[in-house]
């Protein structure tokens, strides 16, 4: 992959991000402004920097995927694209890649909010170590169930830090 077709391919997600930002930071400002907040001022809301910095994000991803498609077409970049998805596909390391990053995010966005903190962090590293056939299931209980007890010990109680 040639770096034009790079800078093609992260301008399309960091468009999506940008995008995303911008659509929550209106969200957040909408919520911000009903009661019992009741903050319509958009300079003093929390709303100010995620939508600032999504707007911005999205402009430069913009200006990097006009400068991808120079010399070439969108359909070129597209055609590619498909292409490199395709082979990527087959790629066992880009396989495990995703699904440790779909591990990642079933713990942060599912367990986190389901479960409290302790057993969704056994669950999660547990998940992880097997995915990733770092040890035996047994070693990766032992292990996982030592990890999230020194950090709740660590942080919870000797820098008496609250855990999510």
Do not use: C
Not at 83 to 109: L, Q
Not at 136 to 146: D, F, L, P, R
């Amino acid at each position: 992959m040639d770096t034009k077709q790079k800078d093609f391919t992260i301008s399309l997600v960091l468009s999506l991000v940008g995008i995303y930002a911008t659509v929550e930071g209106i969200r957040m400002y909408l919520k911000a402004a009903q009661p019992p907040f009741g903050i319509t001022n958009l300079s003093i809301s929390p709303a100010l920097l995620p939508i600032i910095l999504g707007l911005l994000l999205l402009i430069l991803s913009l200006v990097l995927f006009f400068q991808s498609v120079k010399g070439s077409s969108i359909r070129e970049r597209f055609t590619l694209l498909v292409g490199w998805f395709g082979h990527s596909v087959k790629d066992t390391d880009i396989r495990m890649m995703v699904g440790g990053m779909a591990i990642m995010a079933v713990y942060a966005f599912l367990l986190i909010g389901l479960l409290p903190y302790y057993l969704a962090s056994v669950i999660f590293l547990i998940a992880l170590m097997l995915f990733l056939r770092a040890s035996t299931i047994v070693k990766s209980i032992i292990i996982s169930i030592a990890a999230v007890g020194l950090v709740i010990l660590l942080f919870q109680y000797g820098f008496n830090v609250s855990l999510p």
